[in-house]
């Protein structure tokens, strides 16, 4: 067991800003897009255009998204088989360095009641809560051998 500061095991990037639109090829990912829980729920209504600039923005497979603005701050790993999505720019995007942390993991441990807890503290005291990107990157947490993390994640 090891504790580790979130950037010493992914790379954390901002979601994309774009103006999505009802036509548009790929889906533009929303928080509203997911359930309390930070599954996907499939209903995507905006979606932007496959262009060069936009194509950069595809989410990876193992992705983890962090909804770092408003009142519900949770996370969920992207899976290629969503198909091709951008995240928009009320998520963080945290590409986690896999020999060390499972996606899946990252997303338990962020979505514990106690991570949960610290970000709504954290994000306290404006009229829309949010999250710095270095408030994530400092962010700690319990680095399990991976055989540990396939336990806790099944």
């Known amino acids: 067991m090891t504790?580790?500061?979130?950037?010493?095991?992914?790379i954390i990037q901002f979601g994309h800003y774009a103006q999505a639109s009802l036509?548009?090829?790929?889906?533009?990912?929303?928080a509203r897009n997911f359930n309390e829980f930070g599954n996907y729920i499939g209903f995507t209504d905006t979606f932007l255009e496959?262009?060069?600039k936009n194509n950069e923005n595809l989410l990876e497979d193992g992705d983890v998204l962090f909804v770092s603005k408003?009142?519900?701050f949770f996370a969920s790993a992207y899976k290629k088989e969503m198909g091709?999505?951008?995240?928009?720019?009320i998520f963080f995007i945290l590409k986690p360095q896999k020999e060390k942390i499972i996606p899946e993991y990252l997303v338990a441990v962020l979505n514990s009641p106690k991570s949960i807890l610290h970000f709504q503290q954290t994000g306290?005291?404006?009229?829309?809560?949010?999250?710095r990107k270095n408030e994530l990157?400092?962010?700690?947490?319990?680095l399990l051998p991976i055989e540990?993390?396939?336990?806790?994640?099944k």
């Open 124 to 131: 306290a005291g404006s009229s829309i809560p949010s999250i």
């Open 3 to 10: 504790k580790v500061r979130i950037q010493d095991i992914s």
């Open 137 to 142: 990157a400092d962010f700690t947490i319990t």
């Open 23 to 30: 036509k548009g090829t790929i889906p533009y990912l929303q």
């Open 70 to 72: 408003g009142f519900r």
């Open 84 to 89: 091709p999505a951008i995240a928009s720019s």
């Open 50 to 52: 496959s262009n060069a």
């Open 148 to 153: 540990k993390q396939l336990q806790i994640v």
